[in-house]
């Protein structure tokens, strides 16, 4: 491949694998069954992104292992209602069209866990989307390194990653204990991506060691935990025992295990964490937005429930973003007609961070997520609340947030 033997593509991309993986110190290519691409959004990549889209697309490349997109720069079916500006659309559409050349599967979502790139244990990956790395790494027990742009195109083009980091046993081990010590029945839904965020915060992107979470934990609450663990902190793999596949071997050795550091969070520590997460106290909202990661089905039931016979206040708007499958699912279920009663919307394929919210000129955006609370200031360029999806569903209503009725 590095030769050329099969063709330009292939040989640039393996020049780029392997200089990354002599950089890392690895000592051979390895088999990956699949990749995951951020090389998706306008937003973030740039022109130069667009153009590397297009030169492997030129060069006649093809994924050669099941590859799937992360979310587009905008809602590919609602971009015009939406006032995305012509040549921003443009240079996004290119993109599309260049990895449906490619053969990327155009599932536009950070949580193709869910949705059909549905990793083995043990198998090794190569995927980006620090939110997706660190749920295919703790939750499915697969390996892949958190992966950056490009490198991440070019092992699904050569269907191989360089063995180093997360691939290999001895650095997926846990070093850090937190204990969480708060009594697992009253772990709420909005406790957990406070949880991640904290955690993050104080173990970086070392490996910690979760106890105290409980064993009916949801995929959503793990999703949407570790997804704030991967933004507050650069944190790829955790362990639950009792719950992560590979904390089986922790269990074990678990009394006689010498941690490098142990961490408590307790219920002071939470509220704490929460406070942090958010740049204001209170005052008007005019942008509250759910689905960071991608709403799943479940997530869109619940609030539709929570909105239904409800209405948005006229000064704010409510985007939930998802998937088209999970939207489909909902149409069917008639869990949209009630979210669009509302005056909330839907919007698929894209996300509130990666489209270009700041186009718009919020103010204030209040979330459930974790990861939109810490990149929310910085590329919504708005104040940033977070609350549960009950304090926004409520604030939505209200068109303003009221601190003393949160429902932390
Ligand atoms: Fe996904 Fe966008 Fe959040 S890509 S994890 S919804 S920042």
């Given at each position: 491949m590095l030769a050329g033997e099969r063709g330009e593509a292939v040989q640039l991309a393996m020049e780029i694998l392997t200089r990354v993986g002599d950089v890392y110190g690895a000592e051979k290519m390895i088999e990956i069954a699949s990749a995951h691409t951020v090389m998706t959004y306008y937003r973030i990549i740039m022109g130069a992104g667009v153009e590397i889209c297009e030169k492997f697309a030129e060069l006649g490349a093809r994924y050669c292992v099941p590859t799937t997109l992360d979310p587009a720069g905008m809602d590919l079916k609602q971009w015009r209602e939406l006032k995305i500006p012509e040549d921003y659309a443009e240079r996004q559409m290119r993109i599309v069209k260049a990895q449906e050349k490619l053969g990327g599967i155009p599932i536009w979502t950070c949580t193709p866990y869910l949705h059909g790139?549905?990793?083995?244990?043990?198998?090794?990956?190569?995927?980006?989307?620090?939110?997706?790395?660190?749920?295919a790494n703790s939750v499915m027990g697969a390996?892949?390194?958190?992966?950056?742009?490009?490198?991440?195109?070019?092992?699904?083009?050569?269907?191989?990653?360089?063995?180093?980091?997360?691939?290999?046993?001895?650095?997926?081990?846990?070093?850090?204990?937190?204990?969480i010590n708060v009594k697992s029945k009253t772990l709420a839904d909005s406790?957990?991506?406070?949880?991640?965020?904290?955690?993050g915060k104080q173990v970086a992107d070392e490996i910690p060691v979760l106890t105290g979470v409980p064993r009916n934990v949801s995929t959503d609450q793990l999703k949407n935990m570790g997804a704030a663990m991967?933004?507050?902190g650069s944190v790829a793999l955790y362990h639950i025992p009792g719950v992560t596949p590979e904390a089986r071997n922790i269990d074990k050795n678990f009394q006689k295990r010498k941690w490098d550091e142990v961490l408590d969070l307790d219920l002071k520590e939470l509220k704490q964490t929460k406070e942090e997460m958010c740049t204001v106290n209170s005052g008007e909202v005019d942008f509250v937005t759910?689905?960071?990661?991608?709403?799943?089905?479940?997530?869109?039931?619940?609030?539709?429930?929570?909105?239904?016979?409800?209405?948005?206040?006229?000064?704010?708007?409510?985007?939930?973003?998802?998937?088209?499958h999970v939207e489909m699912l909902a149409k069917r279920a008639g869990y949209s007609s009630i979210i669009e009663a509302s005056g909330a919307q839907i919007l698929t394929e894209t996300c509130m961070l990666v489209s270009p919210t700041d186009i718009?000129?919020?103010?204030?955006?209040?979330?459930?997520?974790?990861?939109?609370?810490?990149?929310?200031?910085?590329?919504?360029?708005?104040?940033?609340?977070?609350?549960?999806?009950?304090?926004?569903?409520?604030?939505?209503?209200?068109?303003?947030?009221?601190?003393?009725?949160?429902q932390w």
């Open positions: 790139n549905i990793p083995m244990p043990g198998q090794d990956l190569a995927w980006s989307e620090s939110s997706a790395v660190v749920f390996r892949t390194n958190r992966l950056t742009a490009v490198v991440d195109m070019a092992a699904g083009i050569v269907g191989r990653a360089p063995k180093f980091g997360l691939h290999l046993d001895e650095n997926r081990q846990g070093k850090i204990l937190v204990r406790d957990y991506p406070a949880i991640g965020y904290f955690v991967a933004a507050s759910v689905g960071c990661p991608h709403y799943s089905i479940e997530e869109i039931r619940k609030l539709a429930t929570l909105l239904e016979g409800k209405k948005i206040h006229k000064r704010t708007k409510f985007w939930i973003y998802t998937t088209r718009y000129g919020f103010k204030t955006l209040m979330t459930d997520s974790g990861k939109c609370a810490y990149y929310g200031p910085g590329l919504c360029k708005t104040e940033v609340l977070y609350g549960s999806i009950e304090d926004c569903v409520e604030t939505a209503i209200n068109g303003s947030y009221n601190k003393s009725k949160s």
